[in-house]
């Protein structure tokens, strides 16, 4: 009542002249002050301190006129929402409390700046109400003036044209250490020195350009976009030259709602584990019947390059392969195999599977088997034929695609991810978005939409040396925080970091086999892979039925203690059961975790942990057991890369 009063005074003493407004979030701690000068301004407090100084935003359009330049107000409206979201897919959390302030300002020119204050977020779009039925958007500006040189966990891109896959390495430096040639991908970490966490990306993106950051030489980060694609070349059969770009970012419908731009903000890195802004500010779902999308988890054939032996036939891309594969995650509870390339006829002929797979006679026996299958397509080909391909792989009986190769990021690319989306659902299919930029809520609006990668994730082990026990406690704090990332774990090779190699046909990870166990409780993808050889899942049953185990979506999460590039542990539930997964940089650490969140009762813990010489041999691991209660502290040694995954079940 007393920001409601607050806010009315200000509205009704300044009238249409009035300079500034104030809103809270729904605990206090969070302030946004907009400003309306010459151009509109934004800022952002918390708890007292300034995190985010007056940063302009604007829209220019196609017409010359400018959303944001010498704003007059024409009426001021407010709200505050008080509810839950349930989401179809849970990936954090099944019920997510939605409770937030929000200001309307609807300003002379058939435009409103919208902007919310949550208690762990705040955000803003604009939306138009323009007479003309199709608008081009030349630019917008979205500053984020930071309130000193802050550290920054910075998501490098090197691509001008933005052509990327945006699996980002997070460089940890400072702000002023970027100028205006370099740019980033979202999310952005920056921590504010004896301040909060924050997490700067976007939402409810739709035929609109993906948001990029570029360095000032200074404090503040500005927005650059990519620009329509005019004119193209293609690149064999998965790569485009540009040769014509239009003068603006987007041509689109001139009555709309544009993207939220927001930032997460956490008292500390740890507490980003449990934030979900970007799924809150999504579009609902429109689906109306969510029972056929059933997460699950995979046994993928591409990292191990379909290398399984021990076998009385010639491994490979052929039926008895996948047959072996199919009986593998049937012994272990496994809801699907995903056939990567190489199945069809060719990348071009998604409508024939290659002559050595005979495609119905998998489908029926995995149905026989309880496994559903996921089949591969490269984008474009799927893009000029999309009815007749995904009708085809519905007659089949497949329950998915994984759409791979876009590398873009511009309004088409945008909206093709939400055709596929709608086409894929009309059909109940499954979708797993390869070569993709990073989630923006599109997951909630389709819930068929059940990973993204966008993602440096455990395939590039395959062909360098990135993707180390420091990146992988860095994602669940950057990538990770705007939704789920098909990061693919489950490495049965694993090296310290001086016996670490590349080998393409037989690759290895870097850190601990208990480092790559505890992903399965860290990382969130509700298609969660088991990446690695079937046939040596198969050789070590203690510790492949524990991962089998563990499940792809959860009722709760807490986070118990993490800060980015060092370490992460994380507790979640689904139904009685709780799973624990923690896991360090190349630095040996002893972590407490107490049971605290547990029910009454004892529960049986089931650990894979660091074995006693996991330093030298890093695939050395112990598989463990003990009853547990609730309060009871634990001491979690992680050796170096390591980790540690716990089940633990009510006896």
Not at 3 to 26: C, E, M, R, T, V
Not at 46 to 51: A, D, M, T
Not at 278 to 286: D, E, G, N, Q
Not at 374 to 383: E, H, M
Request: glycine share 6%; with cysteine.
């Amino acid at each position: 009542m007393r920001y409601f009063l607050f806010l009315l005074l200000l509205i009704a003493g300044g009238n249409a002249s009035a300079k500034d407004w104030k809103l809270n979030s729904p605990n206090g701690a969070i302030v946004i002050t907009l400003s309306a000068g010459q151009t509109l301004s934004w800022s952002v407090s918390y708890k007292q301190q300034p995190v985010l100084l007056p940063s302009t935003l604007s829209m220019t359009l196609g017409d010359g006129q400018v959303l944001g330049r010498d704003p007059k107000l024409v009426k001021a409206t407010t709200r505050s929402v008080n509810g839950i979201i349930e989401a179809a897919v849970p990936v954090k959390t099944r019920i997510i409390p939605e409770v937030f302030n929000e200001l309307r300002l609807q300003w002379k020119g058939n435009y409103t700046l919208v902007i919310r204050a949550y208690n762990d977020g705040v955000a803003y779009r604009f939306e138009t109400s323009l007479p003309a039925s199709t608008i081009e958007v030349r630019s917008e500006q979205a500053d984020f003036n930071f309130s000193d040189n802050h550290r920054v966990f910075w998501p490098t891109e090197t691509n001008k044209e933005f052509l990327s896959h945006f699996e980002s390495l997070y460089k940890d430096s400072v702000l002023a250490a970027f100028d205006s040639s370099k740019h980033g991908a979202l999310p952005f970490l920056v921590k504010v020195a004896h301040g909060p966490s924050l997490l700067v990306t976007e939402s409810d993106l739709h035929d609109y350009p993906n948001l990029f950051l570029k360095g000032t030489s200074g404090n503040k980060l500005e927005a650059t976009f990519p620009k329509v694609i005019l004119g193209q070349q293609q690149v064999g059969d998965r790569q485009i030259k540009i040769t014509q770009l239009a003068s603006y970012i987007a041509k689109t419908n001139g009555n709309r709602n544009f993207p939220w731009r927001c930032i997460a903000i956490a008292p500390d890195d740890n507490s980003l584990l449990e934030n979900n802004l970007v799924y809150k500010l999504a579009s609902p779902s429109v689906i109306t019947s969510t029972a056929w999308i059933k997460p699950g988890k995979v046994a993928w054939d591409w990292w191990n390059a379909n290398n399984i032996y021990g076998v009385d036939f010639e491994a490979g891309l052929n039926t008895a392969t996948y047959k072996y594969f199919i009986d593998f995650a049937a012994a272990y509870g496994l809801e699907y195999i995903v056939l990567d390339e190489g199945w069809s006829a060719s990348t071009t002929n998604l409508l024939q599977s290659r002559k050595e797979i005979d495609l119905p006679e998998l489908v029926a026996y995995g149905k026989s088997k309880g496994v559903s299958l996921i089949l591969w397509a490269l984008w474009d080909p799927l893009d000029k034929d999309m009815a007749n391909v995904l009708d085809q792989f519905a007659r089949w009986g497949v329950k998915g695609v994984k759409v791979d190769f876009m590398a873009r990021a511009d309004q088409y690319m945008v909206n093709y991810y939400e055709r596929v989306a709608a086409e894929a659902a009309k059909r109940e299919l499954l979708v797993d978005l390869h070569g993709a930029f990073k989630p923006v809520g599109l997951n909630r609006k389709y819930p068929n939409v059940l990973n993204y990668e966008g993602v440096r994730g455990l395939e590039n082990d395959k062909w360098g040396d990135e993707i180390t026990p420091r990146h992988d406690v860095t994602l669940p704090f950057t990538r990770m925080a705007a939704g789920p990332m098909d990061y693919t774990p489950g490495a049965m090779r694993n090296a310290t970091r001086i016996n670490f190699r590349s080998v393409f046909t037989e690759p290895m990870s870097q850190g601990t086999r208990a480092h790559q166990a505890a992903m399965y409780v860290i990382y969130e993808a509700p298609l969660q892979m088991l990446a690695d050889n079937p046939s040596s899942y198969l050789k070590e049953p203690d510790f492949t039925s524990v991962i089998a185990q563990v499940p792809t979506v959860w009722d709760t999460t807490i986070a118990i203690a993490g800060e980015a590039g060092s370490y992460v542990a994380i507790a979640r539930k689904k139904g009685n059961n709780w799973y624990i997964g923690a896991m360090t940089d190349w630095n040996e650490r002893t972590l407490p975790v107490s049971l605290t969140f547990l029910g009454k009762g004892n529960y049986r813990m089931t650990a894979i942990e660091d074995g006693i010489n996991a330093n030298q041999h890093a695939a050395d691991y112990r598989r463990t057991e003990k009853t547990v209660t609730a309060g009871e502290e634990l001491k979690i040694f992680l050796k170096k890369g390591g980790g540690w995954l716990a089940i633990l079940k009510p006896e």
